[in-house]
């Protein structure tokens, strides 16, 4: 079992940045891949990053990529993800999630567990 929790959500300005984090507990975090997905309102979860167990391999969804960056510290059992140039398109709750491999979970398969998420909203 693997417990997350994710943090750094909160209202800013279009074009701002913003640190989200989650920290797991419950197993050796090395052990497994972790990712992002998020959720704006009336539409599908869909994948933000995904990491492998040592931080060596990155995914990110193609329309994200320059503008977030997935990272891990293992020692401290977290998972990053920067956000930086926010779009009042980027406005969802945020999930953190735990998976068999960085590949799997880009492509929303065998992801074994999830955060409860945290909401980022971005105003224009």
């Known amino acids: 079992q693997v417990q997350l929790v994710e943090s750094g959500g909160g209202l800013l300005q279009a074009g701002g940045s913003l640190r989200l984090s989650c920290t797991a507990s419950g197993r050796t975090f090395s052990t497994y891949a972790m990712g992002w997905f998020r959720q704006a309102p009336g539409k599908e979860r869909e994948f933000v990053a995904a990491?492998?167990?040592?931080?060596?391999?990155?995914y990110y969804a193609e329309s994200l990529e320059g503008r977030f960056t997935i990272s891990r510290d293992n020692a401290k059992n977290t998972v990053y993800l920067q956000m930086n140039t926010l779009k009042p398109e980027d406005t969802a709750d945020y999930y953190c999630?735990?998976?068999?491999?960085?590949?799997?979970?880009?492509?929303?398969?065998?992801?074994?567990?999830w955060g409860k998420g945290t909401l980022v909203t971005v105003s224009s």
């Open positions: 999630a735990v998976g068999d491999s960085a590949q799997a979970i880009s492509r929303n398969r065998a992801v074994n567990y």
């Open positions: 990491i492998s167990r040592a931080g060596g391999v990155t």
